[in-house]
């Protein structure tokens, strides 16, 4: 019998991760990546999303004024660009030369680390599909306990499922400028109470409202973005003013047309927030269908509905046996899913109609990258072979102002 060497571990990796099995993997747990529809072809340099936001003018009951008022359309395009992402992953060669004969066994040892791999990318990609694109993961709430060790209590509690121990993180005060001394480890992370313990803060002017970032995420430039533009990039909290440039639009001549609508449901049950905004977005013309909420909050709704609640599914754009819980909710436009993300911020939820949104790559996102036709390669540094996975990618939306973002109280 032969130990496993590299021509045998390249087929057991081909045999083990299909594209079916890295996309349950991936949308496990993550509804709004598996709702987004899909297009795994953006090649090219960038990608134009061309959109109409106002109407020809040469209309009159007069024949003279309108042919003197007579205006083209107005158009805009969202020029999209990919941002880069990768995971690495490293199986010592002892354990391909323990699984001798078998390739089960190395199998078993060896998933745990690349599907280890892949669910950092997701995760990091399904918290990035609600955020800005700036990379922050949250920000400082409160600081207690003097240095070395620091415990950090984020501003919103919800955030901490975007934090995870041994991630190594920077500081920004101001987007583009990073406090000193960094990176620090996170050495523990409370889920209940919302807070991490980090490693060495010594010498590091932490302070209150600072922005956090993975190691390598974060922007040099106030307006440099190398992550995954989300929705709360397209449909910001606040309206655009003169001067925006998102993906070379200024949204500030239509901010409801161009970067969405805005609505404050803080002082109003989650029900009539929904009904409120949804009432909203049938003005403008937009049917949505499908709500996403953090799960406190949609267990919040399910209690307040009572035994008005209707429960449905609703399945993932790509993958059939991939379904997740949902609430039927009735708005002006007809009834929407509602459906708790565990991604989704607290004190928000996002409002979509669907057909408006895509996520655009290059092949899968994630997958493993093997450009040249291997899935490992040999460290040059070490005993050991390394999986490299990633992705190539960015969300669009043809129609912002058919959606909505909605500010609650939980």
């Given at each position: ?189 409370d889920r209940d109470l919302g807070t991490i313990t980090v490693d060495n803060t010594v010498g590091m002017a932490l302070a209150v409202n600072q922005f956090m970032f993975q190691n390598g995420d974060e922007p ?81 709704l399910i209690k307040s509905l009572g035994s008005k609640v209707v429960y449905d599914l609703m399945r993932s754009s790509d993958v059939a ?90």
């Amino acid at each position: 019998m032969s130990a496993l060497n590299m021509t045998t571990f390249e087929a057991a990796l081909k045999v083990h991760y299909t594209d079916l099995r890295v996309k349950n993997l991936v949308y496990r747990n993550n509804p709004w990546l598996a709702a987004i529809p899909k297009m795994e072809a953006f090649g090219g340099k960038m990608l134009p999303l061309p959109l109409q936001v106002g109407v020809p003018q040469g209309r009159s009951a007069t024949f003279t004024d309108a042919q003197i008022d007579k205006t083209p359309g107005v158009y805009k395009d969202f020029q999209l660009t990919r941002i880069r992402n990768y995971g690495l992953a490293a199986i010592q060669n002892e354990v391909l030369e323990a699984s001798v004969g078998n390739a089960n066994a190395f199998m078993q040892a060896a998933a745990s680390e690349i599907d280890g791999i892949l669910r950092a990318l997701t995760q990091d990609l399904a918290g990035g599909l609600y955020a800005d694109g700036t990379g922050s993961r949250g920000t400082i709430g409160a600081l207690a306990g003097p240095p070395p060790a620091t415990v950090i209590t984020l501003a919103n509690s919800t955030d901490v499922v975007r934090f995870e121990v041994q991630m190594k993180l920077m500081f920004q005060a101001v987007l583009g400028t990073d406090i000193p001394n960094g990176p620090i480890e996170i050495i523990a992370v409370d889920r209940d109470l919302g807070t991490i313990t980090v490693d060495n803060t010594v010498g590091m002017a932490l302070a209150v409202n600072q922005f956090m970032f993975q190691n390598g995420d974060e922007p040099q430039t106030p307006t440099e973005k190398l992550k995954i533009t989300g929705l709360e990039g397209w449909l910001p909290g606040a309206a655009p003013v003169a001067g925006d440039d998102f993906f070379g639009v200024d949204r500030s001549s239509d901010p409801t047309r161009l970067a969405g609508i805005r609505y404050d449901g803080v002082a109003e049950t989650i029900e009539e927030a929904m009904i409120g905004a949804g009432a909203l977005l049938f003005r403008e013309g937009g049917r949505p269908d499908v709500i996403f909420m953090n799960p406190l909050t949609y267990s919040e709704l399910i209690k307040s509905l009572g035994s008005k609640v209707v429960y449905d599914l609703m399945r993932s754009s790509d993958v059939a046996d991939v379904f997740f819980e949902a609430v039927r909710i009735h708005l002006p436009s007809g009834s929407a899913m509602v459906v708790a993300d565990p991604n989704c911020p607290s004190g928000r939820a996002y409002m979509l109609q669907m057909d408006t949104w895509k996520m655009y790559s290059l092949g899968m996102a994630p997958k493993i990258l093997m450009t040249d036709g291997l899935r490992f390669l040999r460290e040059n540094n070490a005993d050991a072979v390394e999986v490299r996975a990633g992705y190539y990618a960015q969300m669009g939306c043809t129609a912002p102002g058919w959606n909505a973002t909605i500010a609650l109280s939980t």
